[in-house]
């Protein structure tokens, strides 16, 4: 069984940046892909950004590309998002997730084996 732990979420103002870490427990991260997600007030859950298992392939949502990075250290068994000039529109709960045996990129929520408990990201305007 695998555990996520999420953590640097916090109240940040409009362009200002923040850096959230994900650490996995059991299993073999190296082999995990991963991926953030994000669900607003009222809104589904949506894709962020996601990453494969080696590191070597990442995809971004349109509303993640260019500000988002999304990084995965197998050694610390942790992936970041590194999120640089954040929006109001970018307030949600922030969820990372794991999908076992995979260098590829996995951009469905549906796909993933396991899921964190989500860190809240609010942009102040």
């Known amino acids: 069984q695998v555990q996520l732990v999420e953590s640097g979420g916090g109240l940040v103002q409009a362009g200002d940046s923040l850096s959230l870490s994900c650490t996995a427990s059991?299993?073999?991260?190296?082999?995990?892909?991963m991926g953030w997600f994000r669900r607003a007030p009222g809104k589904e859950r949506e894709f962020v950004a996601a990453?494969?298992?080696?590191?070597?392939?990442?995809y971004y949502a349109d509303s993640a590309e260019g500000r988002f990075t999304i990084s995965k250290d197998n050694a610390k068994s942790t992936v970041y998002l590194q999120m640089n000039n954040l929006k109001p529109e970018d307030t949600a709960v922030y969820y990372c997730?794991?999908?076992?045996?995979?260098?590829?990129?996995?951009?469905?929520?549906?796909?993933?084996?396991?899921w964190g408990q989500g860190t809240q990201v609010t942009v102040s305007s």
């Open positions: 990453i494969s298992g080696t590191g070597g392939a990442t």
């Open positions: 059991g299993g073999t991260f190296r082999n995990y892909a």
């Open positions: 997730a794991a999908q076992g045996a995979s260098d590829t990129v996995v951009v469905v929520d549906y796909e993933y084996d396991y």
